[in-house]
Nanobody, 121 residues
Framework: QVHLVESGGRLVQAGGSLRLSCAAS????????MGWFRQAPGKEREFVAG????????DYAASVKGRVTISRDNAKNTVYLQMNSLKPEDTAVYYC??????????????WGQGTQVTVSS
């Protein structure tokens, strides 16, 4: 079992930066891939970034590549999402997920409750 709690979402101006955190509990965190997804109102939940269990392989959606960095600290059971040059279209609820490496929702079997990120223009 893995329990995930996201934090760090808030209102930020366009062009600003934000770091989201996802704290995990459970003994299997360090051997699971982690991902960040987001869901805007009226839209499907979409993949943002993923990282393998050891942290040396990362994947990004084309829409955020170059602006977003995913990282993890297995000693702290935490995964991070650093977001720079934020745009209003980044506004969404951001979810942390644990599972197997991939960009589809089906690759992940544990999900957090989400944290709201709002980017004003």
């Amino acid at each position: 079992q893995v329990h995930l709690v996201e934090s760090g979402g808030r209102l930020v101006q366009a062009g600003g930066s934000l770091r989201l955190s996802c704290a995990a509990s459970g003994r299997t965190f360090s051997n699971r891939a982690m991902g960040w997804f987001r869901q805007a109102p009226g839209k499907e939940r979409e993949f943002v970034a993923g990282i393998n269990w050891s942290g040396d392989i990362t994947d990004y959606a084309a829409s955020v590549k170059g602006r977003v960095t995913i990282s993890r600290d297995n000693a702290k059971n935490t995964v991070y999402l650093q977001m720079n040059s934020l745009k209003p279209e980044d506004t969404a609820v951001y979810y942390c997920a644990a599972g197997y490496r991939g960009s589809s929702r089906g690759s992940y079997d544990y999900w957090g409750q989400g944290t709201q990120v709002t980017v004003s223009s």
